[in-house]
């Protein structure tokens, strides 16, 4: 099993840029797909973002249609990171964004969930 913690939430203005991070323990990082989604008021949690387990360097990423060219993902399997680049934020990001780590592809499952970092973006 891995812990996941979430860092780097805050408030932004429309149009302005925040990283997320996703530090993981545990197991071996580098062997979970990880995954980001978020979840605002009254709405269900939708998925954000992937980024597949690492094999010599390649990994492959997968985007929300709502964020795609906005928003990217990275991993940093030495500092047993993920991370969530977010620019050309809009007020519909708002949102607890939650970081997960998983053994399949962007449907999932996702074994392993964050506690979530909150997002709002102001108008």
């Known amino acids: 099993q891995v812990q996941l913690a979430e860092s780097g939430g805050g408030l932004v203005q429309t149009g302005g840029s925040l990283r997320l991070s996703c530090a993981a323990s545990?197991?071996?990082?580098?062997?979970?797909?990880m995954g980001w989604f978020r979840q605002a008021p009254g709405k269900e949690r939708e998925f954000v973002a992937h980024?597949?387990?690492?094999?010599?360097?390649?990994?492959?990423?997968t985007y929300a249609d709502s964020v795609k060219g906005r928003f990217t993902i990275s991993r940093d399997n030495a500092k047993n990171t993920v991370y969530l680049q977010m620019n050309s934020l809009k007020p519909e990001d708002t949102a607890v964004y939650y970081c997960?780590?998983?053994?399949?592809?962007?449907?999932?499952?996702?074994?392993?969930w964050g506690q979530g970092t909150q997002v709002t973006v102001s108008s």
């Open positions: 997960a780590a998983g053994s399949g592809n962007y449907r999932g499952p996702y074994e392993n």
């Open positions: 980024i597949s387990w690492s094999s010599r360097s390649t990994t492959y990423a």
């Open positions: 545990g197991r071996t990082f580098s062997g979970y797909a």
